[in-house]
């Protein structure tokens, strides 16, 4: 007897949970399912895109996007593990040549610029002397006119976009390579968080990431800012990519649409970053 | 029909026996095969890592990998065994009621927010107070000794309470004091269990990422550290700090598979030390 009820119960209730997970199946929104990763750049970007697209274009999607790095990104969508991949690098011949059919699209602009702790005097600078002092050739702020003491490099991890698009523009320019004294930081908030606390540090950042916490330096008398990585004047400047394995799906490219749209293109300049022309 | 039961019940404890055995089992397959062939003499002695140039030298993270290891468990065991002592032989119960749960609950703060503390507290003030970058192997040792405190000081307590109360009894009766009887009967007796504390506090430390990979700086390219202040890289902290951007299938991937080898080994050697030193502890008993 005792035995039939706890039976009676247990099918009951298998009973109930399994109709709760037909009837969620069912009434699921139909808008299907968008998995975005890679590049940490590009991430706030995808995010609030994401964001905007859930509650205006289409409530029913549900976009999930992490960071990862270019690398991942690239290498996951290529494997097709994810929808799109973002990169802050342009693609390598060794990754083409491994998944050939990855398509690209530029949805911005970026460019780094070299910031120290605000209360650093410094507020200009040479590429070439900014190539001296990451590759560990000038290593003290005196040098400069500043205090006698040591400059303190961070740097980002091997294979970064924006260690990429330093070392591509700042460093290889004159034949240098990023000293091995410089500590590694793996994320632009980590560098950030770092040179704030850091009075005698020096360090490149994506220029989306440049807030009060830290002070941007002019190259060569160039500032730092939008205008003048439009214009081409700001010598260090790269484009931000979306990528999807062979021809998008209907979800991925009307995604991608709604970031190179009006409203997305504005989420690429709040943040920062600087605007693609769309033809 | 009971007999079926006891069958059937019997059959899946032994599925759930072996599909762990086998879950870890494909991991170290996995990670050997993926990392094998990156593992050579000049990657083991090789004295510079530069993975854009495909030099993998990982001599430099294996001795700070152990210089951070062995530093943090002799914090812990300056810490950690005192404080062993006093709660197994001297604290009154109410006291080591308030004393256990504290230690116990250091288990219980996630790494990151140690690292973060690490990052914020200790790293600043090493740069302000004993110069350098702050970001060095001193401040990994005070942070994963507090990682390991609450392991060496748990199983040390446990070890000095293991030892017979008979023994204690026969040296009190001698006329020995408390001291002396801790001193020279007690803690002889739980030498190889304390032993194994530190051993297996030290597996700990060495296999600890994040917490550590946030304080001790990690240098563009690894040297041997000539001091306490040099910023090190740990094998565990460059596999963290790399993974996200490595290509897959390229020389890069391998080596950092290959790091993940030589962690497990060296763990895996710890481990077995500890093994070693408990049973050898329980057959001189």
């Known amino acids: 007897m005792q035995r039939n009820t706890i039976m009676a119960i247990v099918i009951v209730a298998i009973a109930i949970v399994a109709i709760g997970l037909i ?47 270019s690398g991942t990104g690239i290498q996951q969508v290529g494997e097709g593990l994810i929808d799109i991949g973002a990169a802050s690098r342009d693609l390598r011949s060794s990754e083409l040549g491994q998944w050939p059919d990855l398509q690209p699209v530029a949805i ?39 205090d006698d003491a040591p400059i303190n490099l961070i740097t980002r991890e091997e294979g970064s976009g924006t260690r990429g698009i330093f070392e591509e523009k700042v460093m290889e320019p004159f034949g240098k390579e990023i000293a091995g004294e410089a500590l590694v930081k793996t994320s632009n908030g980590e560098v950030r968080a770092t040179i704030a606390t850091d009075e005698n540090s020096m360090a490149y950042l ?14 060569g008398g160039v500032e730092a800012n939008v205008e003048n990585v439009l214009s081409e004047d700001y010598p260090i400047v790269r484009t931000l990519w979306l990528i999807t394995k062979g021809t998008p799906n209907t979800l991925a490219q009307s995604f991608i649409d709604f970031v190179l749209s009006d409203e997305g293109q504005q989420v690429v300049e709040d943040l920062g970053y600087i605007k693609v022309k769309v033809e | 029909m009971r007999r079926i039961k006891e069958k059937i019940i019997e059959k899946i404890l032994l599925f759930s026996a072996t599909s762990s055995i086998l879950i ?34 990982i001599l430099p993270i294996i001795v700070s990998t152990i210089i951070v290891g062995v530093g943090a468990v002799l914090i812990a065991l300056v810490i950690g065994i005192p404080c062993a002592i006093f709660l197994a032989e001297f604290a009154p119960n109410w006291v080591r009621n308030i004393i256990k749960p504290s230690v116990e609950m250091l288990v219980g703060i996630p790494s990151i927010v140690l ?6 507290l200790i790293v600043p003030f090493i740069r302000d107070n004993l110069g350098g970058r702050g970001e060095c192997i001193l401040a990994g040792w005070i942070i994963l000794s507090i990682m390991t405190l609450p392991h060496v000081i748990s199983i040390s307590e446990d070890a000095i309470r293991a030892v017979p109360n008979s023994y204690r009894e026969a040296s ?81 991937q391998h080596a950092l598979f290959a790091i993940g080898v030589v962690l497990f080994i060296l763990v895996a050697i710890i481990n077995l030390m500890a093994r070693y030193a408990i049973k050898r502890g329980m057959i001189g008993r």
């Open chain 1, 108 to 146: 911005g602009k970026d460019s780094v610029a070299i910031i120290v702790h605000p209360s650093n005097p410094i507020d200009d600078l040479t590429l070439e002397q900014i190539s001296q002092i990451f590759a560990g050739d000038i290593t003290n702020w005196i040098d400069f006119g500043g």
């Open chain 2, 172 to 252: 009190l009766t001698l006329g020995a004091t408390k001291w002396q009887t801790v001193r020279n009967i007690t803690l002889p007796n739980a030498k190889s269990g304390i032993l194994a504390s530190l051993i297996l506090g030290m597996g700990n430390a060495v296999g600890e990422t994040m917490a550590v990979y946030m304080v001790i700086g990690n240098p563009n390219i690894p040297w041997i550290p000539t001091s306490i202040l040099d910023s090190v890289r740990v094998l565990t902290s460059t596999i963290v700090m790399e993974y996200g951007y490595m290509e897959w299938g390229s020389p890069h």
């Open chain 2, 115 to 120: 690292g973060f503390f690490g990052l914020m």
């Open chain 1, 23 to 69: 009837a969620w199946q069912l009434a699921r929104p139909v808008g299907g399912e968008l998995t975005i990763a890679g590049s940490t750049t590009v991430l706030p970007i995808t995010q609030e895109c994401a964001r905007l697209y859930m509650e205006e274009v289409c409530p029913c999607t549900r976009i999930s996007v992490s960071g990862g790095g």
């Open chain 1, 206 to 219: 994506s220029l989306g990431y440049v807030d009060e916490t830290v002070k941007a330096i002019s190259i």
């Open chain 2, 24 to 57: 870890v089992f494909f991991i170290i397959a996995f990670m050997f095969a993926e990392g094998w062939s990156a593992i050579n003499l000049d990657f083991i002695f090789g004295l510079i890592w530069h993975p854009k140039t495909n030099e993998f030298g």
